[in-house]
C-alpha cells in the first residue's frame, strides 16, 4: 500500500502513465480496426455481442500477460537462427500475426473489388462467418496485438500498476469507440477499402518487425492520418456533388428568359 501511494505521488509516475494510455490507443486502434471489420460480416444482431467479447478478451489477455511480466520480457530472447539471424518468440509470434493479417485483408480486398466473387466466408450474399469462427479470429489477433502492446509498456515503465491502469483506460476507449467506429465503416464503402488498406500496412509492417527491421510507429500512423483526411476530402466532394444534382438547375435569373 506503502509503494502504491508513493507512486500516486510521483509526477513522473503519472507522466508515463499519460504517456502509457495515448501510447496504448495508439497502439489499440490496429486491433479495432480488424475488430470493426471482423464483425460487420457477422448478422446484425451478433455484431456487438461479438465486439464486445473480442474487446472483452483483449483486456483479459493483456492483464493475464501483465501477470507474466516476467516470461514476456524473455519472449525477446533468440530461439532459434534461421540464416545467421536470430529470431525470438516474439518476432515468431508477429511474423505469424503479420502473416494472418495480410492473408486476412488480401481475401477481403479480393471480395470488394471481384464482380463476382466465389463462394466463400467474405461473400456477402451467404452467412459470411459464423459467430464462434469470427471470435476465434479476434482472438488470434487479440494474442498478437496483446503481446506487442505489454512489450512496449514493459519499455516505458517498471511499474505493473501504471501498466494495468493504462490496459483497463485503453480497454474502456476501445469498447466506447468499437460500434460508432464498426457503423462508419459499414456505412461507408470507400472506408471499408481504405481500413484493409490499413491492416495491410499493419500486417506488413508486423512482417517487417519480425524480421527485425524496426518500422517507427510514427510513419504508419502518419501515413494513416493523411489518407485518412484525402478520403474525407473525397467524402465531401461527393457529398457536395450530391446535393448540387438533388437541388436541380438553378432557377433562371429574374428578368432574364431562361435559354
Known amino acids: 500500500m506503502d509503494g502504491l501511494l508513493a507512486l500516486a505521488a510521483d509526477p513522473a509516475a503519472w507522466a508515463a502513465l499519460a504517456t502509457l494510455i495515448a501510447m496504448e490507443v495508439v497502439l489499440g486502434i490496429d486491433n479495432l480496426i480488424f475488430i ?7 448478422p446484425e444482431h451478433q455484431r456487438e455481442r461479438a465486439r464486445r467479447m473480442g474487446i472483452g478478451a483483449a483486456l483479459l489477455l493483456r492483464l493475464g500477460l501483465l501477470g507474466t511480466v516476467a516470461i514476456i520480457v524473455q519472449l525477446t530472447e533468440p530461439v532459434v537462427t534461421l540464416f545467421g539471424q536470430g529470431f525470438s518468440w516474439r518476432d515468431l509470434i508477429l511474423i505469424a500475426g503479420g502473416l494472418f493479417l ?35 479470429q479476434i482472438l488470434i489477433l487479440d494474442m498478437v496485438f496483446s503481446i506487442d502492446s505489454i512489450i512496449t509498456a514493459v519499455g516505458m515503465t517498471e511499474h505493473v500498476p501504471i501498466m494495468v491502469i493504462a490496459v483497463v483506460v485503453t480497454v474502456a476507449v476501445m469498447l466506447v469507440a468499437a460500434t460508432p467506429l464498426a457503423n462508419f465503416i459499414h456505412a461507408n464503402p470507400t472506408i471499408v477499402m481504405l481500413a484493409l488498406g490499413f491492416l495491410l500496412m499493419i500486417g506488413m509492417t508486423l512482417i517487417a518487425e519480425g524480421f527485425g527491421a524496426h518500422v517507427p510507429k510514427g510513419y504508419i500512423y502518419a501515413a494513416m492520418a493523411f489518407s485518412g483526411l484525402i478520403e474525407g476530402l473525397n467524402m465531401l466532394a461527393r457529398r457536395a456533388k450530391r446535393n448540387r444534382v ?7 435569373t429574374a428578368g432574364r428568359p431562361a435559354r
Request: charged share 20%; no cysteine.
Open 246 to 252: 438533388s437541388s436541380g438547375p438553378a432557377a433562371p
Open 36 to 42: 470493426s471489420i471482423l464483425t460487420n460480416k457477422l
Open 102 to 136: 495480410v492473408w486476412k485483408a488480401t481475401k477481403e480486398i479480393h471480395h470488394n473489388v471481384d464482380p463476382d466473387p466465389a463462394p466463400d466466408m467474405f461473400d456477402s450474399k451467404a452467412p459470411a462467418i459464423g459467430f464462434g469462427a469470427a471470435i476465434v
